[in-house]
């Protein structure tokens, strides 16, 4: 899968009119808030706070969607999932996965 690419270049074009410039200007302030994304997922999660980890997961899958990164929004939705029962450890166990699939898509938008 990681040979694979997180998103569909064609899909997320036709999404915006096929407007390379606003899917550039997207892709850069995702990249730039990814680290924020990620922080607050991993701040949540020390502190054990339920509420926070489902704002953050909530704010990094919508993030995502604008470029239909199905395999990183159901990470994230598994952690959000996990983190609701707080079952806190398994939550971690996909915050590695999210902190991957997440890089992996962040070198895919910088090469736009």
Known sequence: MDSEPLFDLRATLDNLDNDVEILQAIA???VADAPRLLADLCTALADHDVTAAIRAGHSLKGSAENFGAAA???????????SRTEDFPSAA???GEVDRL??????????I
Do not use: H, N, S, Y
């Open 102 to 111: 997440l890089a992996q898509l962040c070198a895919e938008l910088r090469t």
């Open 93 to 95: 166990a996909w915050l």
């Open 28 to 30: 850069a302030t995702f």
């Open 72 to 82: 990183l929004i159901r990470a994230v939705k598994a952690l959000e999932d996990a």
